[in-house]
């Protein structure tokens, strides 16, 4: 599990990296510029290509100056710097690489508040004008200046953070921030590159190790932390010898309608793939065929609500499909009532227990719930941004003791503890209908196999985007949620066997 770790803790784990390891302030910043420049050099390997480093006065300004020297030492033929100077207040370490640049030769232009910059000529622009030092949104000269760079659409490539984007606060809507095509960050991502909001400044972004402590990093206190394939790897458990369809629970989904049986054999066939020793689907009779016919490995259980043996099932998903009309609303009534294993409530059964909070509050603690933004909201009110959502999983999951799935590109899990872990697995090839249905078959499948709430989150969140990585590199731009569900098994055998 990597921290994810404020602007603030950044600049203490500088410091703290400067005094111990012990490494001087300049040559951080060298080892910084020239882990940018390795990552550089293969999104632009050509060595003729025109860039323009543009740099502000502290020291991201400073990065961008070494950049522009070891890109110059690397053959890049057409390098020139471009300095805005925003402040006369500069860094020690920008002071030292001006010198070390103008030594070298290349091209400096100095533009002041006054000055009106030229059209940029170059064909990639190296946004190192102002890193994470950012303090209050662009304005004046700087603001106008980056209006200007964005309205001339070159491929940028940013060193850290886009200028004007704040690593871990809101921007409000209107704030100006220079518009990327790859930021090429230290050490960590920021957290607002994982909130969806920064879709519009960042089309890429990549981490590179910069050698900060990691020992210090990990030490503060955070309550956002990456999960890392080594986190599944410890999580997961081996199919023991003697082991037996008994041995891995019985897992129940309460899904589908006549018109979304789809979402029933969706969840059905992910839940059978992941492990769960036997599955069950609660679905219309009228579904019986589908069922049988597609899945011959899952039961069904048809009928009244208060025919369900639910003592029978070591976890429950309900939803996917499932509508929100007086049978769904009785057949939720019940589980809620009866079940007392682990649960799993999802796409439908969330619109109902959003329609009633009573109901809501009756959901058993260590429950998990999948939201997707407008389901998340429906549950619990309209958000401006995302970093409101991010507070709101905490405090509901906190105070009812829930397991949040909040989906996204980069979904988050909120624990009970207060942790929010961000998933980076998936792919937007997996924005397709039903992928969420697969998710949820996962999930509980891993609940009735023994694992705990937030592991079962975890786990099944990390396999279901890293199983839409594998099938994108096989060639699949577009994943059906189907394909998805029939491939969780090698994919989860595959982060198993590199334990
Ligand atoms: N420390 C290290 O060893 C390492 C650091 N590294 C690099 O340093 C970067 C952080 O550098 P930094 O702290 O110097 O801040 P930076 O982003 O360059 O900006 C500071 C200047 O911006 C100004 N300013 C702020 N907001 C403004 C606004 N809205 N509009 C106008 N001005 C504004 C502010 O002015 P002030 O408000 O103080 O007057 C100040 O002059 C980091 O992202 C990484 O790239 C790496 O080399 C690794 C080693
Ligand atoms: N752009 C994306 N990148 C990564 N994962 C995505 C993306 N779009 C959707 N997904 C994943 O697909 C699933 C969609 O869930 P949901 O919206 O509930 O779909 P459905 O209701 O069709 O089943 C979520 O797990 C989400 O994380
Ligand atoms: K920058």
Redesign the pocket.
Known sequence: MQKIISAVQT?LA?QFT?ANEPIA?ID??ER?SVAFVSRFIEEVPLKTTMIAVYC????????GLAIARLLAAKSYMNVKVIILQ??F?T?IDFEENLRRVQQLKLPVHIFQSEDVLPIETSEVIIDAI??????????GS?KKWVEQLNQQKKHVIA???PTGMFADEPNSADSVVVKTDLVIS?QRPKLNFLLPESASVIKRWHVVD?GLDEHFIQSCESELALIEEKDIQSILKKRDNFSHKGTYGHSLIIAGQEETMGAALLTAEACLNTGSGLTTAYVPSLGLVALNTRLPEVMAAIGEVDKIQWEKYSAVAIGPGLGTDDHSIEILKSTLKNFRGPCVFDADALNVLSADSSLLDLVPEQSVLTPHVKEFDRLFGAHENWTQRVKTMQKESTERELIIVLKNRYTLIASPTGMIYFNLTGTPAMASGGMGDVLTGIIVSLLAQGYSAIQAAMAGVYLHGKAGNELEELGYSVIPASKLARRINKTIGKVRSTK
Request: aromatic fraction near 2%.
């Open positions: 600049r500088d400067i302030s951080l910043m910084a502000g006065v502290g020291n991201n300004g400073g990065d925003h402040s207040k860094t102002l890193g994470s030092g950012l303090n209050k949104p662009l304005e700087l060193v850290d953070i230290f910069i």
